[in-house]
Each structure stands twice: as C-alpha cells, then as structure tokens.
C-alpha cells in the first residue's frame, strides 16, 4: 500500500460529527491530491454504497468506501474521531474511519491490498495501535506496513482505551493465518487435542456488494473466531481482489458451511448436502463464534441443504486447466441459453399470431397505426409483431452472451453490437457466433495492457466499450461480414433446396443429435441449429420441417421410458416407475431431460434406444413434411403444425422403437433386485438435472 495513503490522507483530529461529514472531510484531502475528479459525484457513490447496508462494525470503526469512476487510483484515507461518529454499528459510534476509494476498474494488485487493511482491522493490536498512534505520517506508515503495530504501541502509553472505553487486548497477528488467492485457513494444530482426533472442518464463503472490505473482514472474523474454538475454517473470499474456487477435496471433507454473503454466492451448487448457515456478511464480521456453534448444531442434528439452481454460464465457466475446447463449448453454450428464452417467447407468440390472423398476418399493417380491438385479426397481428421484435434480439443476446461468457460484463457491450452488426449485414446466425468469439477476445486482450493509473477509472465505462466495439464494428462490416454473410445464405439455400432423401437424412441426424445428451450440447447445438432458421419473420418451409423434426425426436425419450415403465414395469425399479409417471408430462411439454433418470441409470440401453427412436421420429416428420413455427410447446402446439396427424404419427412410432427396444436390452439382462441402485442413480440424476436448462430440451 506504498502510495495509497499518506500523511497527507491522515487525520487525527476528525472533527466531523457525521458519517457524511467525515467522508466529506476525507474525500476532500483525495481532491487536493488528484486522487478524486469529481467531489460530489464521488460522495455520492459513496451515499449510494452506505445506504445498501452501514459500514460501522463492532469495535469503534467505520469503513465507507466504494468504487467510483471519480477515483483516479485506489485510495485510502484515515480519521481519527475523539467523539465518535455513527456509521451504523450495533454497539456504538466509530472513533477509526477509513474512507476506501477503489476506481471502478481498479487492478486486482491494488485490492489485493484493500483486502489486506480489511483483514487488519480484526486484529486488535492493529487497531489498538492507530488509537495510539499520535503523528500522521507514523499512522500511515502503521497502515501501509511500515511499521509493526507491535513498535508503534511500545510507544504508546499503557492501557490506551477505545472510543467506548473499552481495552483493547492483543490479538494473534493477522500473519498466524494465511491468505491467499484460493481462500485462507486458521491453524488449528494446537487446538486438536492429546486425543489425535481431527477438528470439525468448516468451509465458508464471504461477499459484499463492493468486494473491497467486509469480504475479507468476514473472513478473518470466521477464522480467528475458529482458531479459538478449536475447528478448522478454510474461506473462499468471493471479493474483488479475485475469486478463485476451493478445492473439491477440501469441500467434501467439511463436516458444515458458513455463506455470509450479500450478494449472491457463486457456484452454490458446490456446497449441497452439507449443514449450512446462511447469513449476511456483516453477521460473519459480528458474531463468527455464534455462526460455527449453528453450524455444528445443524450437523449435530443431522440437517443438510439441499442443491441450488445453477448460476450464470460465466460462473460455471470451471477451473483455468480446462482445455480450449470445452471453454468454447462453454462460452457457446453461455450464449444460447441466454438466447432461448428469447427464441421460444417470440417463437410462440409469432405463432399465435398465425393461428389467430391466419398465414397473411404478416403483412398486417402497424397495430400502432391500426388496431381493434374486437377483431382477432387486430389481436393476430399484435402477437405477431411483438414475437418479430422478440426474434430481432436473438442474435445479438446470442453474441453479447458468448462474450460475457468470455470476458464477463465488459465483452457485453462489443457482443451486442457485434450480433446487431450481423442483423444488418445478413450474417445471421452464423456471424452472431463469430461476433460473440471475436468480442470476448478482443476484451481479454484489451485487460492483459497495462494501464496508466489515471486510465483506470474509466476503463470499465469509455475505454473499453468504446475501444472493442469499434474494433468488433470493423471486423464485421469490412473484413468478415462478407464471407459469413455468403456462408449464411448459402446455407439458406441449401436447406430451401432439400427434397427427399437428403431431407429424410437430415432428419434422422438431428432426431440423433437430440436423443443423444438429452438436454446436453449435442441436443442444443441441434435445437440451435433449427432455432436459428426460424428466427425471421418468414421462414422458409424447410426450416420449419427442420423445427418440427427436432421438436418431435427431442420428445421420444421421456415419452419411450414413461411407456415402458407403464407396459414392462418389472424391469424398472421403483423409483424409475415414479419417474416414469413425471415423464410423460416432460415427454409432452418437449423437455427431454425426463429422461435423464433412465438414462443415468442404465446409460448402454436407455440412450442408444433413445436415438434409435429419434432417428425414426426425426426422419419420419421430415418424410411427411410437417412444418413447425413455433420453437417450443412440445404437443400443446400441435394446433400450429402443418400436418399435424402424421407429425403425431412420427412420434408414436419413434416412442414405439425406443419401448421395444429398451424392454428387449432390459429383459435380457438378470434384473437387479428392487430399489438397487436407486441412490447411486438419483444423485447422479440431481447434479446432471440442476446442470440443465429444461428450456432447451
């Protein structure tokens, strides 16, 4: 912290009687410096970051702080308050104030730092000796680490007293625990006992909105707090000085987890099936011990948690030792499925509107500029049209999601207008993807160029959006766009142009394609593929036989095994009978991971069956060239489909073959005895369940 703070950032007569004057009296020596542009605009983020939750803590101290575009370069100002001042603390006002300005796009290096002085500030030998301390440029010294806490209370008068008149007593120096970039542990060596027994094994996650303090004075909080308790307490610090994940191992060898968090936890799911505590960040900071002796009461008990909903693509983006290959894979499949939703609520919606207006609505007039409202063909075209804007997002959300998955919220803005750009120049699809790839890695190498201080506060804002896309803005429309866009519509004019036996086998390879993961990448890079055809206002009948025959193959599986289990259910075990019961909902909505139970089960039956019938299906609708519009629906928008009897047709014969053929493979294996291996099957079931977006099918 060499140059963060200064004796000129040090004030140890603070005569502010308010958190917002003493910010203000702080703030004021960062200006005089150049450290803050913008007074007023840096205050009031600061107002802003203090009213999500109070920045007091136990023990006389505040610690306002925020990012800030207004910040040239990560700052650190001190007061020192002979009165006190309230910064919201359960047991009184703050006498040490810390005023943290981190620029909003600060380097880890710099908060790296931050995190350290947050850490600090839970030992109280530390604090003990800024309360001691009488010069300013010692002060900083004291807080930049200069000098040891232990030299600067030597010459301090004995027995000094905080703001609430309460001693202070040393605490273990703040080097007994280790911090690190994968998360940090107490030592509990001493505390393990004659008896050789091992501790109680903790695992904790801590986050605040800013990243910057209470994240890592939770943490410390949590690990002194264990290291007098006698339990080992390994913290993963979700802050922004980096966010690296904890080792599976140590995960699954902890006997309860601590979240105290307020923001959401990344990747969640890693921690299901443990006794967990659940509270704010501030409760990790305030009550530590409170929070390890509810953790070991719940394992006591026997009480676990239960798995969580999956979070966003880019925080299930895995270890960095991941190959090339499955990051693309990843980043790819970021972008659909941000894209679905788009594609089924547009899809549904343009295809109500031909059910209501009939196959003209498309060339309706503007319901802006004509619209009644007891005439269906007013309510046809009103579907129609918001489906239309619905489908004019999809490729850029597919671009600016593969970006985000790549590079986080700075590849957002050059994603996006990438897959504009592929709108207006007719690359479609095809040149969404490309879009999304070259902005994410455009970003990533804009962040690998070393800044200058001054720079860094509007990077995130101006210098990166504006550098990217412009850079994204050149490549499409004047060095790739051509090419994609020619790839595009040759591609178009190739599936216009398939008849018979080409469209027969194109079907059976997308009915493959879907039943091969069941929800997996290979099934979305089929339902991508025929998505993206139907993506304009006026598709052309093959992509709409392409929608139809991945819808209907994509049925098959949930559908065979609910089937089987209904005619063969001696084959089944009992659980496999229950979920066969719930597959013939999900089989008929067109969500194919009701089959994954089976699947997962008995993986060498269940999914070569499954694609056996896919096949069928696939080649079937194809072969009776049934249309589909909408995207999704699975039988309830059979009204909508060209051909509906024999697409039906097609469906029944490929949940037929797969029955068949699973009931034979089945009965000529010894059954296993009933219920075995249900558990093994059903968690294997859950994870791949919560790992899949249903939308999709």
Same mark, same amino acid.
């Given at each position: 912290?060499?140059?963060m703070?200064?004796?000129d950032?040090?004030?140890?007569?603070?005569s502010?009687?308010?958190?917002?004057a003493?910010?203000?009296?702080?703030?004021e020596?960062?200006?005089?410096?150049g450290?803050?542009?913008?007074?007023?605009?840096?205050?009031?983020?600061?107002?802003?970051?203090?009213a999500?939750?109070?920045?007091?803590?136990?023990g006389?101290?505040?610690?306002?702080?925020?990012?800030?575009?207004?910040?040239?370069?990560p =700052?650190?100002? !001190?007061?020192?308050?002979?009165?006190g001042i309230? *910064?919201?603390?359960?047991?009184g006002p703050?006498?040490?104030?810390f005023?943290?300005?981190?620029p909003?796009?600060?380097?880890?290096?710099?908060?790296?730092?931050?995190?350290?002085?947050?850490?600090?500030?839970?030992?109280?030998e530390f604090?003990?000796?800024?309360r001691?301390?009488?010069?300013?440029a010692?002060?900083a010294?004291?807080?930049?680490?200069?000098?040891?806490?232990?030299a600067?209370?030597?010459?301090?008068?004995?027995?000094t007293?905080?703001?609430?008149?309460?001693?202070?007593?040393v605490?273990v120096s703040?080097?007994?625990?280790?911090?690190?970039?994968?998360?940090?542990?107490t030592?509990?060596?001493?505390?393990t006992?004659a008896?050789g027994?091992r501790?109680?094994r903790?695992?904790?996650?801590?986050s605040?909105?800013?990243?910057i303090?209470?994240?890592?004075?939770?943490?410390?909080?949590?690990e002194n707090a264990?290291?007098?308790a006698?339990?080992?307490?390994?913290?993963?610090?979700?802050?922004?000085?980096?966010?690296?994940?904890?080792?599976p191992a140590?995960?699954?060898?902890a006997d309860?987890v601590i !979240?105290?968090h307020?923001?959401?936890?990344?990747?969640k799911?890693?921690?299901?099936g443990k006794?967990?505590v659940?509270?704010?960040?501030?409760?990790?900071?305030?009550?530590?011990?409170e929070?390890i002796?509810?953790?070991?009461?719940?394992?006591?008990?026997?009480?676990?948690?239960?798995?969580s909903?999956?979070?966003t693509?880019v925080?299930?983006?895995?270890?960095?030792?991941?190959?090339?290959?499955?990051?693309?894979?990843?980043?790819l499949?970021?972008?659909?499925?941000y894209?679905?939703?788009f594609?089924a609520a547009?899809?549904?919606?343009?295809?109500?509107? *031909?059910?209501?207006?009939?196959?003209?609505?498309n060339?309706?007039?503007?319901v802006?500029?004509?619209?009644?409202?007891?005439?269906?063909?007013?309510w046809?075209?009103l579907?129609?049209?918001?489906?239309v804007?619905?489908?004019?997002?999809?490729?850029?959300?597919?671009?600016g999601?593969?970006?985000y998955?790549m590079?986080?919220r700075p590849?957002l803005?050059p994603?996006? @207008?990438?897959?504009?750009?592929s709108l207006t120049?007719?690359?479609?699809?095809?040149?969404?993807?490309?879009?999304g790839?070259?902005?994410g890695g455009? @970003?990533?190498?804009i962040?690998k160029?070393?800044i200058?201080?001054?720079l860094?506060g509007?990077?995130?804002v101006v210098?990166?959006p504006?550098?990217?896309?412009?850079i994204?803005g050149f490549l499409?429309? @004047?060095v790739i766009?051509?090419?994609?866009?020619?790839?595009q519509?040759?591609?178009?004019?190739w599936?216009?142009?398939?008849?018979?036996?080409?469209a027969?086998?194109l079907g059976?390879?997308?009915?493959?394609?879907?039943c !091969?993961?069941?929800g997996?990448?290979?099934?979305?890079?089929?339902?991508?593929?025929a998505?993206?055809?139907?993506a304009?206002?006026?598709?052309?009948?093959?992509?709409m036989?392409?929608?139809?025959?991945?819808?209907?193959?994509?049925?098959?599986?949930?559908?065979?095994?609910a089937?089987?289990?209904?005619?063969?259910?001696?084959?089944?075990?009992q659980?496999?009978?229950?979920?066969?019961?719930?597959?013939?909902?999900?089989?008929?909505?067109?969500?194919?991971?009701?089959?994954?139970?089976?699947?997962?089960?008995?993986?060498?039956?269940?999914?070569p069956s499954a694609?056996v019938?896919?096949?069928?299906?696939?080649?079937?609708?194809?072969?009776?060239?049934?249309?589909?519009?909408?995207?999704h629906g699975?039988i309830?928008?059979?009204?909508?489909?060209?051909?509906?009897f024999?697409?039906?047709?097609?469906?029944?014969?490929?949940?037929?073959? =797969?029955?068949?053929?699973?009931?034979?493979?089945?009965?000529?294996r010894?059954?296993?005895?009933?219920? =075995?291996?249900?558990?093994?099957?059903?968690?294997?079931?859950?994870?791949k369940?919560?790992?899949k977006?249903?939308v999709a099918a």
């Amino acid at each position: 912290m060499s140059e963060m703070i200064t004796a000129d950032l040090v004030d140890l007569d603070l005569s502010a009687e308010t958190k917002e004057a003493a910010a203000r009296a702080l703030a004021e020596r960062m200006v005089t410096l150049g450290r803050v542009t913008d007074l007023e605009g840096f205050l009031a983020d600061v107002a802003a970051r203090e009213a999500q939750m109070p920045t007091g803590l136990d023990g006389g101290i505040g610690i306002p702080h925020c990012r800030s575009v207004h910040v040239t370069e990560p =700052t650190l100002g !001190f007061g020192r308050s002979a009165a006190g001042i309230d *910064f919201g603390a359960p047991d009184g006002p703050a006498d040490l104030i810390f005023l943290i300005a981190a620029p909003a796009g600060a380097d880890d290096a710099h908060l790296t730092i931050l995190s350290s002085l947050a850490r600090q500030l839970m030992n109280a030998e530390f604090t003990s000796a800024l309360r001691a301390v009488d010069d300013a440029a010692a002060a900083a010294a004291l807080i930049r680490g200069d000098e040891s806490p232990a030299a600067a209370a030597s010459t301090a008068p004995e027995g000094t007293e905080s703001a609430d008149g309460s001693k202070d007593s040393v605490a273990v120096s703040a080097a007994a625990s280790a911090d690190t970039a994968t998360g940090t542990t107490t030592d509990t060596t001493a505390d393990t006992g004659a008896s050789g027994e091992r501790p109680f094994r903790i695992v904790a996650v801590t986050s605040c909105p800013t990243g910057i303090a209470h994240t890592y004075m939770a943490a410390e909080s949590l690990e002194n707090a264990g290291r007098e308790a006698g339990v080992e307490v390994v913290v993963e610090t979700q802050g922004s000085a980096g966010f690296t994940r904890l080792d599976p191992a140590v995960i699954a060898a902890a006997d309860g987890v601590i !979240f105290a968090h307020d923001v959401p936890v990344r990747d969640k799911d890693r921690f299901a099936g443990k006794p967990t505590v659940d509270v704010g960040v501030k409760a990790g900071i305030n009550k530590p011990a409170e929070l390890i002796t509810e953790v070991r009461g719940k394992a006591a008990r026997g009480e676990v948690s239960a798995g969580s909903a999956p979070g966003t693509p880019v925080e299930r983006s895995g270890d960095s030792a991941e190959g090339y290959g499955t990051k693309l894979r990843k980043w790819l499949m970021s972008g659909v499925s941000y894209m679905v939703p788009f594609v089924a609520a547009g899809g549904l919606l343009i295809a109500l509107g *031909f059910a209501i207006g009939g196959y003209k609505i498309n060339k309706a007039p503007s319901v802006m500029d004509h619209f009644m409202w007891l005439q269906a063909d007013s309510w046809g075209a009103l579907f129609f049209q918001i489906g239309v804007v619905s489908f004019g997002f999809l490729v850029p959300v597919l671009a600016g999601y593969i970006a985000y998955g790549m590079a986080d919220r700075p590849g957002l803005v050059p994603g996006f @207008v990438g897959g504009a750009i592929s709108l207006t120049i007719n690359a479609g699809f095809l040149g969404g993807l490309a879009a999304g790839l070259i902005a994410g890695g455009v @970003v990533i190498g804009i962040q690998k160029v070393k800044i200058p201080a001054s720079l860094r506060g509007i990077m995130p804002v101006v210098v990166i959006p504006l550098i990217s896309a412009a850079i994204v803005g050149f490549l499409m429309f @004047v060095v790739i766009g051509k090419p994609i866009a020619s790839a595009q519509k040759g591609m178009t004019d190739w599936l216009n142009g398939l008849t018979g036996t080409n469209a027969v086998l194109l079907g059976a390879l997308l009915g493959l394609m879907m039943c !091969f993961d069941l929800g997996g990448p290979v099934n979305k890079v089929a339902y991508t593929f025929a998505t993206a055809g139907i993506a304009v206002a006026s598709p052309s009948d093959s992509a709409m036989k392409i929608m139809a025959a991945v819808m209907a193959a994509g049925m098959v599986p949930p559908l065979a095994m609910a089937l089987a289990t209904t005619v063969r259910g001696k084959l089944f075990t009992q659980t496999e009978r229950e979920n066969g019961k719930a597959a013939w909902v999900l089989g008929a909505s067109f969500i194919s991971e009701g089959a994954i139970p089976f699947a997962a089960a008995d993986p060498l039956r269940v999914i070569p069956s499954a694609m056996v019938g896919g096949a069928v299906t696939g080649s079937l609708s194809m072969a009776f060239g049934a249309t589909l519009r909408a995207p999704h629906g699975g039988i309830f928008v059979v009204p909508l489909i060209g051909n509906p009897f024999l697409y039906l047709i097609a469906i029944a014969a490929g949940v037929c073959v =797969t029955t068949a053929l699973v009931v034979v493979l089945k009965g000529m294996r010894k059954q296993a005895p009933e219920g =075995t291996g249900a558990g093994v099957a059903d968690t294997a079931i859950a994870a791949k369940v919560d790992s899949k977006e249903p939308v999709a099918a």
